[in-house]
Structures are given as C-alpha cells and as structure tokens.
C-alpha cells in the first residue's frame, strides 16, 4: 500500500468504477427527495463533530421532531439553539437536548421518557455516539480497554432496545460503524473488537425483526476529537455526508440496503452545503458531480449485491464445505 497516497484507506474497499472523494447533489438535505417531514429522530453522541452535523442535517430537512443526547449539557444547549434556526419556516420542528449517559440503563430510560413526552414515538434511531481507546492487548488497562465495549456495544444496544420498545415493531436503525473492521490496526483492539461484535448485534436484529429497518453506515475517515494521529493524513472525509447518507437510507430508495453496510467518502468544501456521498467501508460507493452518481450504477447492479451478500461482513472467504475448499 502506497501511504503516500490520501486515498491509500479508500482504494482497497472501492466497488464502483469511479473514485471521488466529493459531494454529489442527491444527498444534500434540501433535497426534496430526502424531506424528513413527519418524521421524528433521535441521535446520539451528537457532542461530537458527527453526530452534530447529522443533527444539522436532520433540521435542513424540516424534521417534524429531533432528539440529541450526549454527555455535555451545555455543548447539547448549544446545538440545540442552533439547529433550530436550521429548521425550514413553518416545519414546525421541536428539538429536544437530554444529557444522558448511554451505558447506563437508568439513563437510557430517563432519556426515552423525555423524548416520549416532548415528540412522541420515534421513527428513526442514528447511534452515532462512540469510544476509541487505545492500547495494545495486555498491556493497556482492562478498565480502558473495555470501555470501547461499554459505548458501542452496551450503549448502543440499551439505546436501541428502548427504541424497539416504543416502535411498535417498525422504525429504521442506524448504526455507524468503521472500515477498521477489516483492518488489523495494532493498539486500536478493543475499538475493532467491538464494532465487529456491534456488527453481529445489528446482523441479528435485521435477520429477527423483519419490520425493523436496519442499516450500518461507515462515516469515512472524519477530522475529529477520535481521529486517531495516524490517521489525520487521510481524514478527507465531510461529516456531512454521513448527514445525508442517514436521510437517504430512511428513504424507500435505499429499502434494498437493509442490513448492509455503507459507507461515505469525500471532503466537504464550504461554504455549499455538502450533497451526496459515495459509500464504501466492506462497500464502499462513489459519487461525482455533475453527472449521473454512483448510487445509480450500484441501483443497476442490486440483483447482484444482494445476491451475493456484497454489503455485508464477509471474512471468510474460503469455500468451505463438503470436499473442502476448491483448490486452484
């Protein structure tokens, strides 16, 4: 692998022909395509630098309701304040910022009251919160290391549990994940560990509830407080992809995803609002301005994706079974 190379992290994952690291239309929140009307949401880790863009995004497409949680009040005051102006004149849309922490079932519940009482049943569950501690096996402290489970394995499935509980068997889930699944990256164990089991927590829930929407989303190699040193040379990646990558899977037009995994990849050049994003991660996908994107060449080659499970987590790739694998 060429280091040197800023997309040295996006090639060995590309599907489609084209490599853009750009944004494309299709997915820009003011599309009236991805119109979030009516619809509530709750997003959590929205502290951060993604999950507030998603918030963003969710306002500019005039949901009817948004929840953001994290751990900071005053930074969740303050997103609040502003993703209100956000909102389109006339949606209507009521934001609500609760603190919680989401390891804590006791929390987690508090957090599903208050959401309950100020929008209602909740459509649409984004677990962007996460934990990247980092440390070599054995060496780092037990405590830290785990702590990475605590968030996005713990954390993630109280939150969605509650989710179910209220959605009366629909709603859509998504889950943000990491290429680094198919990675070995020394020192980040405990980060991979449990995205990989997050990833069979969401495989199972899309094979056990049918009415349940569910999609992981691969946000790229994003600028943020997580981003780990060695990685900041490739961090080209817009969090506002991941903004509209969300709108547009709880669009019907991404129902032949479910249960996938996606990701995004391009740089966001202000002061445009991003538009639409190019998936990779175990799939990534491209997209180009200015002429037909790739979401329309991965569209022309559904029957074979999901034919061949070419969104999913595949790490095995011998033909095992009887008579053993068909050696060359």
């Known amino acids: ?10 090639l060995p994952y590309q599907l489609t022909k084209q490599v853009r690291r750009d944004v ?39 949901a009817s309701g948004i929840v953001i949680t994290g751990r900071k009040v005053d930074v969740l005051e303050s997103i609040a304040a502003h993703i209100q102006t956000l909102a389109p004149p006339g949606s209507g849309t009521k934001i609500l910022a609760h603190a919680a ?3 804590d079932a006791t929390s987690v519940a508090a957090l599903f009251a208050a959401a309950a009482s100020s929008v209602g049943k909740l459509d649409v569950l984004i677990n962007s919160a996460g934990s990247l501690a980092l440390g070599p096996v054995g060496a780092a402290d037990p405590a830290k290391f785990f702590a990475d489970f605590q968030v996005n394995v713990l954390g993630t499935y109280l939150v969605t549990h509650h989710f179910l509980a209220q959605a009366d068997g629909t709603g859509t889930v998504i889950s943000l994940n990491t290429m680094a ?11 991979t560990a449990s995205k990989l089991a997050l990833t069979r927590v969401m495989d199972n829930l899309h094979a056990e509830q049918a009415s349940v929407r569910v ?13 780990v040193e060695a990685l900041e040379p490739y961090a080209k990646d817009s969090a506002w992809l991941s903004g509209g990558w969300t709108l547009f899977l709880a669009t019907p037009r991404a129902e032949w995803m479910r249960g996938g995994i996606v990701s995004v990849n391009c740089e966001y050049r ?17 997209w180009e301005r200015r002429r037909t994107g790739d979401i329309e060449e991965m569209e022309a080659h559904k029957d074979q994706i999901v034919r ?11 033909k095992l079974g009887k008579d053993g694998h068909p050696w060359t």
């Not at 280091?3 to 996006?10: G, I, K, L, R």
């Open 1 to 10: 692998m060429d280091y040197s190379d800023p997309d040295a992290f996006t």
């Open 24 to 62: 494309y239309p299709l997915l820009e929140p003011t599309q009236p395509e991805l119109s979030a009307k009516g619809k509530t949401v709750l997003i959590t880790g929205v502290s951060g630098g993604i999950g507030k863009v998603i918030a963003e995004s969710w306002a500019i497409a005039g």
């Open 101 to 103: 922490d989401i390891t």
């Open 181 to 191: 699944i198919a990675h070995v990256f020394p020192g980040m164990a405990g980060y």
């Open 215 to 227: 999609f992981m989303l691969v946000p790229g190699i994003v600028r943020t407080e997580m981003t």
């Open 270 to 286: 202000p002061p445009s609002l991003p538009s639409a994003p190019k998936p990779r991660g175990v799939l990534f996908l491209t």
């Open 308 to 318: 061949d499970n070419l969104l999913g987590r595949a790490f095995l790739n011998a």
